[in-house]
Nanobody, 113 residues
Framework: QVQLVESGGGLVQPGGSLRLSCAASGFTFSRARMSWYRQAPGKERELVATITSAGSMTNYADSVKGRFTISRDNAKNTVYLQMNSLKPEDTAVYYC??????WGQGTQVTVSS
């Protein structure tokens, strides 16, 4: 079955960095477009970044452009999200997604001084 396991979240000060990882299994990862989403308290889940199956193209939400970088390692069935210059408004639970309807448990990112 499809499994997505996110990790790497934590508490970081404004301006800091974190690298999230998502280990995927149960589907052909190398053929899947992968995305990172986030959901802040009281808000809807929003798309943060997307990467094509071969990693040749990426897209980002305007709010994270220039600060976040999505990447993938198809040999490890893993997608990453490097987050730099973090802001308090980046605080949310972050999820990866590659198959419609399947979600992992997410990883909490808290940006606070």
């Amino acid at each position: 079955q499809v499994q997505l396991v996110e990790s790497g979240g934590g508490l970081v000060q404004p301006g800091g960095s974190l690298r999230l990882s998502c280990a995927a299994s149960g589907f052909t990862f190398s053929r899947a477009r992968m995305s990172w989403y986030r959901q802040a308290p009281g808000k809807e889940r929003e798309l943060v970044a997307t990467i094509t199956s071969a990693g040749s193209m990426t897209n980002y939400a305007d709010s994270v452009k220039g600060r976040f970088t999505i990447s993938r390692d198809n040999a490890k069935n893993t997608v990453y999200l490097q987050m730099n210059s973090l802001k308090p408004e980046d605080t949310a639970v972050y999820y990866c997604n590659g198959v419609s309807g399947y979600w992992g448990q997410g990883t909490q990112v808290t940006v606070s001084s």
